[in-house]
């Protein structure tokens, strides 16, 4: 690849990152049931969308994630 080819796909990089990141911090609760943070997808794009980063993000952070609100409280031993 020739520098132009690489700027554009660190450029698309930076963008999808920083799409995730803003992403991860508007939609981020914490349930009520066990005391975690989860990343709420609110449509199954987004939950596609960034499937991929969220994955190492789990790795790296520990955080979880789940498409649409949490339905009441689950019986979550303590």
Known sequence: MRKAQWTVVAIFGLAYLSAYLIYRKVNTEIWSVDKRSYVIYGSKVSYYCFRPI???DSKLTG???????HQGNANVPE
């Not at 955080?63 to 609100?69: A, K, L």
């Open 54 to 56: 969220s994955y190492l």
């Open 63 to 69: 955080m979880r994630f789940h498409i649409g609100p």
